[in-house]
């Protein structure tokens, strides 16, 4: 028997973010927004919880992946103590603590759960709940005490008194119940007014039976950030993202102003690496080491390895290997892959292609479908004309190669080892190596002294 089992509730509809997207996978920082509570669960309990699904169930599933939790169906969603009701037949004998969180709560750290089940350990009572104390009441649940500041109940708002309504300790809807207690309390729960089944209720039924619930209080009130509406998920999105950056900061990364980045929770970042205001890194982005990223620039789903700089460019899923500088105003799109000491400079768009060890580009170029061996000079201007209208067609340029200003190569072409073309050249036949090719259509009109040795041909 496990010894805690984390279940999270997301059956709930979601109203009020007025969305076709269930709530829970509302995207926040390049995760899910129920994909946190996961997290902070595994990482509390040390196993994969159960989710309780109900509005949307099979995307909301699919969305968060069948293989990171047990999915349970709730189905009418007759309230939070209905939606634990149904975990029972999955749990029942399987855990001796049951901790209850919320998909709808990003914010909660893992060590605020761990906390939270310490202190159940710790307590006979059969329910260990975490508070908040806010000004703000943003709809939660009052903790009622009594003058001995015992928990008794937990009164909902829309059913509280005038008094109870200015209490400003709440209930932040996260639980560990001691199991052998929770399963039978939850059949002997009362319906509500509304017509719902509230698991707040077990406190009061404790309570009634004698026996003692304790509370665990928040240090951090922003870890109850519960998300209902796009304001909230702005909010939660804002705190999330300064962990995001501190933590980086705290790993060894420099932000120059730290309130100007977008920086998703997947994106790792390497050793003395600077990020510059005004910069996006999205998915699954790593950057190396001592690489010096922005201002302006988009990276999403790309590699840049180590001393790299990107100014003022976007990359789309591409490679970029050590020491490569780009931009200002690159584009990377799908399968750019640049090797080790590539320049790349203003204005240049590079497409499914790759660029070998030292290749220069500097102004003005479109590359698409091309591979480019090492050390290949690229003009101002030079073209590949990929597309014919109706497929795309590859280019070669082989090693050493000098692409004049404005050539367009007409593809399928091959340029050979060492070649030239000249300025304005359209290069519709394969060039051969170590040849000089000029005009439109470029003609080979000179063979090229061949270098002596590999080495010097490399420079
Ligand atoms: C609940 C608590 C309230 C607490 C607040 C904190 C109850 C009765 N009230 O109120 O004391 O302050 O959370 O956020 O529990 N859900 C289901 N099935 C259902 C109903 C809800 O799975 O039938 C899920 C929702 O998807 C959500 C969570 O349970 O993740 C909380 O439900 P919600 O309707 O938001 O409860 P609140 O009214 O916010
Ligand atoms: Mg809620």
Not at 342 to 351: A, C, L, P, S, Y
Request: aromatic share 6%; proline share 6%.
């Amino acid at each position: 028997m496990d010894e805690v089992v984390g279940v999270v509730l997301a059956a709930g509809k979601g109203t009020r973010m007025k969305s076709k997207r269930p709530k829970v996978l509302h995207p926040l920082l390049g995760r899910p927004m129920a994909a946190y509570a996961l997290r902070a669960v595994e990482q509390a309990t040390g196993r994969r919880p159960v989710v309780v699904v109900g509005h949307q169930a099979e995307v909301v599933q699919a969305g968060l992946g069948p293989e990171r939790a047990d999915y349970v169906l709730q189905e009418p969603p007759l309230g939070t103590g209905h939606a634990v009701q149904q975990t029972r037949t999955l749990l029942q004998g399987r855990a001796r603590v049951i901790l209850v969180t919320n998909g709808d709560m990003p914010l909660l750290r893992a060590e605020t759960l761990r906390a939270l089940l310490d202190a159940h350990r710790q307590h006979a009572g059969p329910i260990t709940l975490l508070t908040v104390v806010a000004d703000d009441p943003r709809g939660f649940g009052r903790i009622v005490r009594d003058a001995q500041g015992h928990v008794q109940a937990i009164v909902e708002e829309a059913h509280a008194t005038p008094e109870q309504k200015a209490i400003r300790e709440l209930n932040v809807g996260v639980y560990a119940f001691d199991a052998d207690w929770l399963w039978p309390a939850l059949d002997a729960l009362p319906l509500s007014p509304k017509g719902e089944y509230y698991l707040t209720d077990t406190v009061a039924l404790a309570v009634a039976q004698g026996r003692t619930v304790h509370a665990v209080t928040l240090a951090d009130p922003t870890e109850a950030i519960g998300v209902n509406t796009r304001v909230h998920l702005a909010e939660a999105a804002a705190v999330l993202q300064q962990r995001i950056v501190r933590r980086w900061m705290l790993a060894g990364v420099t932000f120059v102003d730290p309130r100007r980045v977008y920086v998703e929770d997947t994106v790792t970042l390497g050793q003395d690496t600077v990020v510059w205001p005004d910069t996006y890194l999205l998915g699954e982005t790593h950057i190396g080491p001592e690489s010096e990223i922005g201002p302006n620039t988009y990276i999403r789903d790309s590699r840049v390895g180590a001393r790299c700089r990107v100014f003022a460019s976007v990359l789309e899923q591409a490679v970029v290997e050590d020491q490569v500088d780009i931009g200002p105003y690159g584009h990377l799109r799908k399968g750019a892959h640049l090797a080790q000491g590539v320049h790349m400079g203003n204005f240049g768009e590079v497409k499914n292609s790759y660029l070998g060890p030292g290749v220069k580009m500097g102004h003005f170029s479109y590359i698409g479908d091309a591979t480019i061996e090492a050390g290949v000079n690229i003009g101002a201007g030079t073209i590949t004309c990929n597309y014919d209208g109706e497929r795309k067609h590859p280019t070669y340029i082989g090693a050493g190669a000098f692409i004049g200003s404005d050539t367009m190569l007409v593809a399928p072409v091959r340029i050979g080892r060492g070649a030239r073309t000249g300025a304005g050249a359209v290069v519709t036949r394969d060039v051969p190596d170590y040849t000089l090719a000029v005009g439109v259509p470029a003609r080979a009109i000179r063979r090229l002294p061949r270098p002596e040795s590999s080495a010097e041909e490399a420079s």
